[in-house]
Structures are given as structure tokens and as C-alpha cells.
């Protein structure tokens, strides 16, 4: 039998394992564009609420997405999410952070276009508050309509939700 309180999470590229989770009393979350669920990658929920921890994940997870960044980018990117999450208790969106960069006049202009992906775009689906129940013992993230340039980013914030699990 399975161990009280123990849960297993499987990141599942290629959609495999869908059908042994479901066989198990488990859960299947699909991302993608089509997803009914949504995972937000800025919910600092995976850091027992700790903001600034959480501020310095969500800069290595964009880095994935956007491994061209320059150094100034890079800066000006990291301190936007850092006062993202002072701002106050509730939690962030992708279009807070599109907002934040797009109003900010030392932000440099390439960085609010690459972000707007998140409000208009292809990643548009994770834009919003997180609708996923990690409550099941066996819980499957199956990324099979993830496009292939994509996956990193969506590696990196799903990895992060589950080790706040």
C-alpha cells in the first residue's frame, strides 16, 4: 500500500503517465494553451509565503525563458519582481509584472515586449491565479501540449510548485 502522507508528484514531459495516476485514485493536470487548470508561476505559496525567496526563484525561472537576456535586462527584470512583491500581501500575476515593466521608464524597452507573452500571448494561460488542487497522494503534470521551446520555463515553475509542496 502507499505510505500515509507521502504524495508523488511526476513531471511528465511526454504524457505517459497520465493513466497509471488516474489507475492510482490520482490527479492529471494538463498545462498548455487549452488547459482548464492554471498554475501561477509568481504564487509565492511554494515558498511558505516567503516573498523575497520567492522574488529571487521567479528571476532564475524567467532566465529559462528567456536565456538571451542582457545584463541590464537581467537587473531591471529582478528588481521589478522584487517590488512586485512588496507591494503588498496578495499575490502577483505575469500582467502585474507586464504592468510594473511596461510603466516604468528605466526599464529597458526590450524586456516589457518579451513579457507581453504573458498577457497577450502564447503563455497567456498562466496568467492569473493558480486553480490547481494539490491535495491527491498521486498528482501527474503532464506537459504534452507544452510547445518544445517553452517546456524549460514550464519545467522550472512546476518544479519550484512542487518542491513547496
Known sequence: GR????RTVILDPLGEFSGL?????GAVVRLGADARVRLNPLDPVTTGGDRKEKAGRVGAILRALFPSLLDEETA???ASVTRLYERGPEVPTMGDLVD????DPKAP????????VFRSGSLAAVDGPTTIDPRAEVLTVD???IPENHLPFHLAYVLDWTYGL
Do not use: C, K, S
Not at 510594473?100 to 510603466?103: E, G, K, T, V
Not at 524597452?109 to 507581453?116: F, Q, V
Open 100 to 103: 510594473l515593466i511596461a510603466a
Open 3 to 6: 505510505a500515509a502522507g507521502v
Open 109 to 116: 524597452p526590450r524586456l516589457a515586449g518579451l513579457l507581453e
Open 76 to 78: 531591471a527584470l529582478d
Open 143 to 145: 506537459f504534452r501540449g
Open 21 to 25: 495516476a488516474e489507475a492510482l485514485g
